[in-house]
């Protein structure tokens, strides 16, 4: 089922809905291991789950492998990140054929991050420039088959900080044929929500998912706001910054906070929340719990089907 179509549901229902994005790990037990937390958070009730592609191309057997595998072994609506980096035309179109014969309705059409080893981001011969010309290549290739979403930045992205351009640039996704859009992490609910009044001044009228980024752990937390270069409130600096080196005390205030996030996004009418999990389970599920978004589990969930990745990781 398209996404666009999930969301149209759960916005007719007038409930809170939200989903979950994983990340392809590197060995073979952590591919096990993920497959057992998605089936376990699977129970959580997610309208659909994510799979990234990996910088580069390295790993994206092992994301249409994992993508086929949470939507016909877990039944999981799932959605399929496609990037254009390292990809020439044959490689996109053979990721497109394996997400199609897997059942998946749903890509997220991203121009990707630059390889590891490459500081700018550079086209191959042959490949796509930007994440738009990949939408209008999902489109042409496969008309209306495919759901297609795109990334916004509320905050500016690596190789842009003017929010203005890239606000043109999102358009241009829109118009290519994007069906709806999920944002880079924030950890500001007011920067959040002016950008969304901006995306709708510029016309466009597709769903907006916010990307939410539950606390792990403090070093983690500036990690990754220091990486996308978000801004982080000055109450939570205040709040985490004591208790730093107290992993639980960290979690349970960053539980609080993010709660207090998401309770701002849904009472301006957000409906729907993306949680990036870092492939873990517990701090989504204490933000959905401050929530009251998860539903009870009064039976205890079965371990996952073992699945031997055919990739022969290590
Ligand atoms: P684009 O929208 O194509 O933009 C890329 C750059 O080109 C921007 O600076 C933009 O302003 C510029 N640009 C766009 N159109 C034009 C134009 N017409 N003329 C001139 N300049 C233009 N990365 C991965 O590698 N794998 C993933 O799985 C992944 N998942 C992500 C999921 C989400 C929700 C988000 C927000 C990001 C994700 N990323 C992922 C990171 C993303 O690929 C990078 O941030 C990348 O730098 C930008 O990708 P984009 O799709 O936004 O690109």
Not at 80 to 85: A, E, I, N
Not at 255 to 264: A, F, I, P, T, W
């Amino acid at each position: 089922m398209h996404i666009k179509d999930k969301l149209a549901a759960c916005e007719k229902a007038g409930k809170p809905c939200f989903s979950f994005e994983y990340y392809v790990p590197k060995t073979a037990q952590g591919v096990q291991n993920l497959y057992d937390r998605m089936e376990r958070m699977g129970s959580f009730g997610p309208q659909f789950i994510d799979i990234t592609w990996n910088a580069g191309g390295r790993l994206s057997n092992l994301t249409t492998e994992m993508v086929n595998v949470a939507q016909t072994v877990y039944g999981l609506e799932t959605c399929m990140h496609l990037t254009c980096t390292g990809m020439e035309k044959e490689k996109v179109d053979n990721a497109l054929k394996e997400a199609y014969n897997g059942g998946c309705t749903n890509i997220l059409a991203l121009r990707g991050d630059p390889p590891r080893e490459n500081e700018k981001w550079s086209a191959v011969p042959g490949g796509f420039r930007y994440a738009k010309d990949l939408v209008k290549h999902i489109r042409e290739k496969y008309g209306d088959y495919f759901d297609i979403g795109v990334a916004g930045y509320p905050e500016g992205c690596d190789d842009e900080v003017d929010p203005d351009i890239l606000l043109d640039h999102l358009k241009e996704k829109i118009d290519a044929g994007g069906t709806f859009i999920i944002t880079q992490m924030f950890y500001d609910a007011d920067i959040f929500l002016d950008w969304v009044q901006k995306v709708r001044a510029k016309g466009i009228t597709v769903p907006i998912i916010p990307g939410i980024m539950p606390i792990h752990t403090y070093a983690a937390f500036i990690r990754r706001a220091t990486w996308t270069k978000i801004n982080i409130p000055e109450k939570w600096m205040t709040a985490l910054e004591p208790v730093k080196n107290d992993d639980v005390a960290v979690r349970d205030i960053g539980r609080d906070l993010v709660v207090e996030l998401c309770q701002k996004l849904l009472a301006a009418g957000i409906n729907q929340l993306h949680f990036y999990t870092m492939n873990l389970a517990t701090a989504t599920r204490m933000v959905l719990e401050g929530l009251d978004l998860m539903p009870s589990l009064d039976s205890p969930v079965p371990p996952a089907l073992p699945f031997k990745s055919s990739l022969g990781l290590g």
